[in-house]
Antibody, heavy 120, light 108 residues
Framework: QVQLVESGGGLVKPGGSLRLACAAS????????FSWIRQAPGRGLEWISS????????WYADSMQGRFTISRDNSKNSLYLQMNSLRADDTAVYYC?????????????WGQGTLVTVSS | EIVLTQSPATLSLSPGERATLSCRAS??????LAWYQQKPGQPPRLLIY???DRATGIPPRFSGSGSGTDFTLTISSLEPEDFAVYYC???????????FGPGTKVDI
């Protein structure tokens, strides 16, 4: 069955960096676009970034551009999110999600999320 | 940037009743709109995409309608497991961007 498992979250100081990973299984990873979406505690969902099959096309929300970098390694069935210059308002659960179909931005499978806490 | 507004913020209903949730976009998204259900401690679950197509495994009591700027999610007869938060989501433009509405909580 389709499984997405995020890792790499934790407590980080303001200004610090983290690299999140998402391990995929149960399907052909390279056949899908992927995205990162986050949810601050008690708040709604916020789209961060998406990446195409091979990683040649990448898109970011304007507010994330420059601090966050999405990437993927199809040989390892893995998706990544490098986060730099973290701020308190980056505190959230970060989800990786699979695209329903080419570039649809409809997310049909989600991981359970990994919590990132930015605090001194 | 397209902003999605959802109403009402909270919908208090009983099992067996009909739920009607609204999502309005600040400009046209044609039919590039999805609906998700989220329960506490769980990731969202895709219910509807392209405004009216049910995702795999979603029961027929869930239906979506609308186009342009006004969309509706209808749950024809609420089951106990349907009490949750519902989000609408749009994709638009090129390069493509996406955003979610603030959510509607359906509770008892």
């Amino acid at each position: 069955q389709v499984q997405l498992v995020e890792s790499g979250g934790g407590l980080v100081k303001p200004g610090g960096s983290l690299r999140l990973a998402c391990a995929a299984s149960g399907f052909t990873f390279s056949d899908y676009f992927f995205s990162w979406i986050r949810q601050a505690p008690g708040r709604g969902l916020e789209w961060i970034s998406s990446i195409s099959y091979s990683g040649t096309d990448i898109w970011y929300a304007d507010s994330m551009q420059g601090r966050f970098t999405i990437s993927r390694d199809n040989s390892k069935n893995s998706l990544y999110l490098q986060m730099n210059s973290l701020r308190a308002d980056d505190t959230a659960v970060y989800y990786c999600a699979r695209d329903l179909r080419y570039g649809s931005y409809y997310f049909d499978s989600w991981g359970q999320g990994t919590l990132v806490t930015v605090s001194s | 940037e397209i902003v999605l507004t959802q109403s009402p913020a909270t919908l208090s209903l009983s099992p067996g009743e009909r739920a009607t949730l609204s999502c309005r976009a600040s400009q046209s998204v044609t039919n590039y709109l999805a609906w998700y259900q989220q329960k506490p401690g769980q990731p969202p679950r895709l219910l509807i995409y392209d405004a009216s197509d049910r995702a795999t495994g979603i029961p027929p009591r869930f239906s979506g309608s609308g186009s342009g700027t006004d969309f509706t999610l209808t749950i024809s007869s609420l089951e106990p497991e349907d009490f949750a938060v519902y989000y609408c989501q749009q994709r638009s433009g090129w390069p493509p961007v996406s955003s979610f509405g603030p959510g509607t909580k359906v509770d008892i």
